[in-house]
T-cell receptor, first 114, second 113 residues
């Protein structure tokens, strides 16, 4: 079955450390997205990519970086510049423009600073 | 800039009661999406509304879209505990710079016996 896979499910980061969250999809979707969700809050867009080798900053891109070298993969790196990274991170994908179908979400990665 | 507002943000209901969640958006769009999120889980697609007047129903949930009023409603009939979750609406952001969908802040629904 097609789907979108995020790993790991739980991740612990030490102060000053960079960590990378994985997002892989086999839905043949062109567009992919990263969102951050804090407890009891809505979704905030970090980065998105409409096509391979291209991506745009969202509302809260500072302290994060992404790459899109393959259509299937859109990894997110949380850098040491992100001072408060503890949150639930959601990856999503969609067909171009997402008009008729909306997004498909991964199961999420819960990142905790220790 | 497209803005999406949901209300209420928190809703505590008794089992068996009816209630409506509202989703207003600020600029023209003809597509709207509803998602459900259980605690600690990801978002699951509930409804995709693709035109003015669209109505979709699944069990005790019914969603509708009025593009002229820029309003969607999610109506809950005879609520049961299993409906406790956070519900998000999202609107298409045609040509926008913030990705394709703009999400509301979510409505946290708690159904009590």
């Amino acid at each position: 079955d097609g789907g979108i896979t995020q790993s790991p499910k739980y991740l612990f980061r030490k102060e000053g450390q960079n960590v990378t969250l994985s997002c892989e999809q086999n839905l043949n979707h062109d567009a992919m997205y990263w969102y951050r969700q804090d407890p009891g809050q809505g979704l905030r867009l970090i980065y998105y990519s409409q096509i391979v080798n291209d991506f745009q900053k969202g509302d809260i891109a500072e302290g994060y970086s992404v790459s899109r070298e393959k259509k299937e993969s859109f990894p997110l790196t949380v850098t040491s510049a992100q001072k408060n990274p503890t949150a639930f991170y959601l990856c999503a994908s969609s067909r171009p423009r997402a008009w008729d179908y909306g997004y498909t979400f991964g199961s999420g990665t819960r990142l905790t600073v220790v | 800039e497209l803005k999406v507002e949901q209300n209420p943000l928190f809703l505590s209901m008794q089992e068996g009661k009816n209630y409506t969640i509202y989703c207003n958006y600020s600029t023209t769009s003809d597509r709207l999406y509803w998602y459900r999120q259980d605690p600690g889980k990801s978002l699951e697609s509930l409804f995709v509304l693709l035109s003015n007047g669209a109505v979709k129903q699944e069990g005790r949930l019914m969603a509708s879209l009025d593009t002229k009023a820029r309003l969607s409603t999610l109506h809950i009939t005879a609520a049961v505990h299993d409906l406790s979750a956070t519900y998000f609406c999202a609107v298409n952001n045609y040509g926008g710079s913030q990705g394709n969908l703009i999400f509301g802040k979510g409505t946290k629904l708690s159904v009590k016996p």
